[in-house]
C-alpha cells in the first residue's frame, strides 16, 4: 500500500459480457436516456462503495463490466483506497477522467474525484465523444468550461441539442472545485435524471436492440473534440 492505503489487486471478476467502453464504440452518442439508464446504475454502485468508505480514483469505460442485459459491474480496484478517503494525496487514476485536483497536487476527497471520473463517462455515453482530452485549465474544452463559455463549449462538443438539465449537471460535475461538484443524493434529486417521459426497462430494451443492430456495422462514434480509443483511454 502507498500512504493512501491503495488496494493492490482487483476486487470484481471479468467474466461478464464485455466493457462499457465496447458499448460506446460499438454505439456512438446514445442520447439522455441512455445516460439516465446508466447512470442510475453507476449511482447505485458508486453509494455502495462510499459508504463502506472506499474510493475507486479510477473510473472509466474500460473499468466498467457489462452483461448481456446491460448491468453494470464496477472493476479494476488498483488505485482504490479504503476508509481514509477524505484526505488524499497521491497521483492516481487515467489522464482524461482525472479530476483537476489530483492534476494540480492538491489533497483531495476520494468521492469528489470518483464523481468527476463520472461526469466523463456520462458525457462519452450521451454525446459519443470526450468532453475534453484532459481537465486542466489550459486545455481549450475545459478552459471553456472554466471560463464560464458554456454555449461556445457545447458548440464547439456538437452538444447544443443536448437539454438545459443536462447540461447543468455535467458542468456541475465538472467543476474546476471538487467541493462544488453534486453529490449522489443531489444527482438523484437532479431534474434530469427525474425526467418524467424516462422508462428504465424501456430504455434497456431500446439499447439491447441497437447494439444487435450494430452488429458487423462499422459505426464510430463522433470524434471531436477527441474520439473515444484505446489509446487515449489508457
Not at 484532459?134 to 463549449?153: P, S, V
Not at 471538487?178 to 426497462?201: C, D, V
Request: charged residues 25%; neutral net charge; proline residues 3%.
Amino acid at each position: 500500500r502507498d500512504p493512501d492505503g491503495d488496494w493492490s489487486s482487483d476486487v470484481c471478476s471479468s467474466d461478464l459480457g464485455g466493457l462499457l467502453f465496447d458499448v460506446c464504440q460499438n454505439l456512438g452518442a446514445m442520447g439522455e436516456d441512455a445516460g439516465r439508464f446508466f447512470a442510475t446504475q453507476m449511482l447505485d454502485a458508486m453509494e455502495y462503495m462510499h459508504s463502506n468508505r472506499v474510493a475507486h480514483r479510477d473510473l472509466k469505460l474500460e473499468n466498467i463490466l457489462v452483461d448481456d442485459k446491460l448491468n453494470l459491474k464496477l472493476a479494476d480496484f488498483g488505485f482504490a483506497c479504503y476508509k481514509n478517503i477524505d484526505c488524499l494525496k497521491s497521483y492516481r487514476g487515467t489522464f482524461t477522467y482525472m479530476a483537476p485536483e489530483i492534476k494540480e497536487g492538491k489533497t483531495y476527497k476520494g468521492q469528489n474525484v470518483d464523481m468527476f471520473s463520472i461526469g466523463v463517462i456520462l458525457f462519452i455515453i450521451v454525446q459519443g465523444i470526450f468532453p475534453f482530452k484532459e481537465a486542466r485549465t489550459e486545455e481549450y474544452f475545459y478552459n471553456l468550461i472554466c471560463t464560464g463559455q458554456l454555449d461556445l463549449y457545447f458548440q464547439k462538443t456538437n452538444a447544443t441539442g443536448l437539454s438545459n438539465e443536462f447540461k447543468d449537471l455535467i458542468i456541475a460535475l465538472f467543476a474546476f472545485d471538487g467541493s462544488k461538484r453534486p453529490t449522489i443524493n443531489q444527482i438523484r434529486q437532479h431534474p434530469w435524471l427525474n425526467n418524467s417521459s424516462f422508462n428504465f426497462e424501456a430504455t434497456r430494451a431500446k439499447l439491447l436492440n441497437d447494439a444487435r443492430l450494430k452488429v458487423g456495422d462499422d459505426a464510430k462514434p463522433l470524434t471531436k473534440p477527441a474520439k473515444v480509443s484505446r489509446k487515449q483511454a489508457v
